[in-house]
């Protein structure tokens, strides 16, 4: 058993640095230098790195499909969050959680860590869409000058951005794997 004997333990990328660490999952001796926290302990890089080829699976076609299917799906939700109200609040999350599915399936369950925060970046400015062509028009036609002609347009502007944001936020964390 080494632990007996540590002083003889070196890292095996720095052959002079002693040390009492060891990577956990392929055992060799790691300095503090090359040692790389995670939360199951110490890890040489090259175990990282490992697994981190396993998490990234996306292909470079899967971000525009991502992109184009959060998007429109959360742009054709925004119109029927109109319609229902004030339950869009409700509606939101159960709108970005079909999104997340859809682009889960449409992707085949590939994923990467750049995914989540992609597609829920696509689907925020979907559902925002037709509020921004909204927000032209007020600009446009509040005529020149007058900032307070803008404040009506401006406040039913709210509810369509708290809608895109808790949409947007549910595909996130949809994605990521955390459950809410
Ligand atoms: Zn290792
Ligand atoms: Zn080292």
């Not at 890089?45 to 697994?51: F, I, L, N």
């Not at 925060?117 to 036609?141: C, N, W």
């Amino acid at each position: 058993m080494s632990d007996f004997n540590p002083q003889s333990m070196v890292c095996y990328n720095h052959p002079k640095r002693e040390t009492l660490l060891r990577c956990n999952q392929c055992e060799r001796p790691i300095c503090t230098a090359c040692a790389v926290h995670t939360p199951t302990g110490y890890r040489c890089k090259e175990c990282v790195r490992g697994q981190q080829k396993k998490f990234d699976t996306a292909l470079w076609w899967d971000y525009p499909l991502a992109i184009l299917t959060a998007g429109v799906l959360a742009f054709v939700s925004t119109f029927l969050a109109r319609i229902v109200g004030f339950f869009m609040l409700i509606i939101a999350p159960v709108a970005g959680m079909i999104i997340a599915e859809a682009v889960r399936r449409i992707l085949k369950k590939r994923r990467s860590k750049k995914l989540p925060i992609i597609t829920a970046g696509s689907a925020f400015l979907g559902a925002m869409l037709p509020t921004l062509s909204t927000l032209i028009l007020v600009v446009l036609f509040s005529g020149q000058g007058q900032v307070t002609n803008l404040l009506p347009g401006l406040l039913s502007m709210i509810w369509p951005v708290i809608f895109a944001l808790l949409v947007s936020s549910s595909v996130y964390f949809r994605l990521k794997g955390i459950r809410v």
